[in-house]
């Protein structure tokens, strides 16, 4: 069975743009269609439904502004339709574009919470460190861990002697 991931947060903290990925169809029909367009134009026609605006919108998902004028092309071409064309103010929804725009955010939603299942996933670091270090280290650490892995389990203890074989034989993560 393929790998299959979602992300589409966008976080000012970093330079990766959002992303979909879905692979590992089982039937041969699903896998044929799925693999014929790119989830990342999902993403793409989210942001150009929202903000009208072929550099905006690039901007929002990280692509630079030609790119999100072939990611446009594409959605084009795959649904058949002009979706966005110019108005007197900016980019306007085609009507197939404004029932795409309802039916979009439902659909990303799900496609995130088949893959984010972070109420299921549960993982624990084992660090050897000794007390006084851990005492100036994980008090700026625990709350970026809280945010960015809510289900991260910590667990420290001054595991200094042999530290390296248990490192080397899995049963320790951090030394």
């Not at 150009?48 to 998902?61: F, G």
Request: with cysteine.
């Amino acid at each position: 069975m393929g790998e299959l991931s979602c992300s589409r947060q966008i976080s000012s903290n970093t330079r990766e743009r959002p992303r979909l990925i879905v692979e590992g169809a089982r039937a041969p029909r699903q896998q044929q269609m799925l693999a014929s367009i790119d989830l990342n134009l999902l993403l793409s026609l989210e942001a150009l439904l929202e903000h009208r605006n072929v550099t905006h919108a690039a901007r929002h998902v990280r692509l630079s502004q030609p790119s999100m004028s072939r990611a446009l092309t594409r959605l084009r071409g795959i649904f058949n339709d002009d979706l966005l064309v110019c108005g007197s103010s900016g980019l306007v929804p085609t009507p197939q574009a404004e029932r795409l725009a309802r039916m979009l955010p439902p659909v990303l939603d799900a496609l995130c919470g088949m893959v984010n299942r972070q109420g299921e996933w549960r993982s624990k670091t084992i660090m050897a460190i000794p007390d006084h270090q851990a005492l100036i280290l994980l008090p700026p650490l625990l709350p970026l861990l809280r945010e960015h892995a809510p289900n991260l389990d910590i667990v420290t203890g001054s595991f200094l002697t042999g530290a390296l074989r248990r490192l080397e034989q899995g049963e320790i993560d951090l030394a």
